[in-house]
């Protein structure tokens, strides 16, 4: 028996939900992804490749863990290290020019203040001094101009460009420019000044002041560079030395790390073909624990399967060692008997127990079938429960004439109800309507009556058999889908099957199993009423419940 069933018991309260919800959540997905079209019956075409993990890596081909996460960590850093070393530069440029800029800011102040102005024109009051400024220490050469408000150059360097109208300071300010002279480029301080006058020699009296003039001094670029190359060295150089070290360490700390993989490589490995125990989770790291668990599952299932067929392989011996006995035992007599009519009831036997026989090898394989059934999402359909059960209970109404039981049919129309579609597997429903079926007609007496119905209520449709048998006690009524269980008193044959397959197929289809009296039974016993009722239906979005 397995763990866990769908069922009720007299309307009540629930055993268990069905265990079996991923494919039929699939199903619906697929089946009623739009609104429960007919469109949405069609099956889905193939799914395309999913696209490997590295997009460097041809589709299947076989990679490596410990590569693959090497790649996406020093892919990175080898793309990003060249724009850090131009990030770099530009940086060190930046703050190489700060204290220059400075520097040549200071120079042209103290020019501007020996700048005077003499009959003879303008000039600087100490020579000395000035010269001694604009010598460049370290590689570089240093330019100044004098220039007055019209342009002309009054002393300096000819060479060394004016400013623009939007780069001429105003007077009194200074400001800096970046420019080009004899094709090297130049960083320029520009200030401009009213030069103040040089006093005439022997008199205590001022000569007449100029107008203001521009003045400039600039530099080439060679300090800075040397500057801002050295600071670059002293931070690239080191990573050359730290990369290699980076890669050994990291190295190392991915084969510690992935050491779990290969410890759990090494347990599997170790394992007897037929250990299906699980994997110890709490000794693997908490990363690769779903994917262990995911493993156990696996294991777990497999388990079931092996089970299942064990289980198959026991109940078949069991079921078939009395009838296949019981032939041996009449084949036996009747090669004995000389009396005609001996040898006649012994074939008569014969042919009763090769009928129970084969029944009792049908609903096992119906069982194994049942259990076994590839319900992919693909193999669900849309059925239309009400023509589906009409037409099943037309292949039993000889059977039913046979034992004189009036067998009838209540279809949902009757009763105004609507949509009764749900989502089925076609030839697993049909074995539980035929199981149930057959049941009512065995056990219930000539005369009686077997009712199937569909009806919906809500969001649910459910298939109903009813009699008016003897019933089921309601101490039983969990006890009778159980294999080869049969209520005691009774004088029918039968495998104990037909209920357990009813059971796992109601599983399959995550639907549930109501067990009750028959309120409706016409005085001749309590009867019995079996629905299995669908809550996935093209009338309203599917809701699933985790047990």
Known sequence: MPDAHPLHVDGARPVTRAPRRANVRAAAARLLGRGGSDAATAAPGPQ??????????????????????????????????????????????????????????????????????????????????????????????????????????????????????????AVGRTSLRSDTIDGRD?????????PRPAPAPGSAGAATPRPAVLLQVAETLERRSQLANEMIKGVIVPQFVVLPLAVVLVWFGLSRGLAPLAWIQARLRARMPDDLSPVDTHAVPEEIAPLVQSFNDLLERQQRNVQAQRRFIADAAHQLKTPLAGLRTQAELALREQDPGEVRRSLRQIAASTERATHVVNQLLALAHAEHQASAPAAFELVDLDRFARAIVQDWVSMAIERGIDLGYESAADGGAGDTRV?????????????????????TPRGGTVTVRVRRDDARVALEVEDDGPGIAEAERT?????????????????????????????????????????????????TLIAIEFSHTPGARPSFSVA
């Open 48 to 169: 395309p490749p999913r696209a490997p993990l590295n997009p460097l890596r041809r589709q299947g081909e076989p990679g490596s863990l410990f590569g693959e996460i090497l790649d996406w960590m020093f892919a990175p850093v080898l793309l990003l290290w060249p724009i850090s070393v131009m990030v770099t530069y530009l940086v060190a440029q930046s703050i190489a020019g700060t204290p220059f800029d400075a520097e040549l800011s200071e120079r042209a102040e103290f020019l501007a203040d020996h700048v005077v102005a003499t009959p003879q024109g303008i000039a600087f009051d100490t020579p000395s001094a000035t010269r001694d400024l604009l010598r460049s220490e370290g590689p570089g050469t240093v330019f100044f101009a004098i220039h007055d408000g019209g342009g002309a150059r009054l002393a300096g360097n000819a060479a060394l460009p004016l400013p623009g109208d939007d780069e001429a300071p």
């Open 423 to 443: 989502i089925a597997l076609p030839a697993m429903l049909r074995e539980a309507l035929g199981n149930l079926i057959d049941n009512a007609l065995r056990y």
């Open 186 to 194: 130049i960083r320029v301080a520009s200030i401009r000044l009213v």
């Open 479 to 527: 006890l009778v889908f159980e294999r080869f269980y049969r209520s005691l008193g009774t004088e029918q044959d039968g495998s104990g099957l037909g209920l357990a397959i009813v059971r796992e197929i109601v599983e399959q289809h995550d639907a549930l199993l109501r067990v009750d009296a028959n309120p409706r039974a016409a005085g001749r016993g309590p009867g």
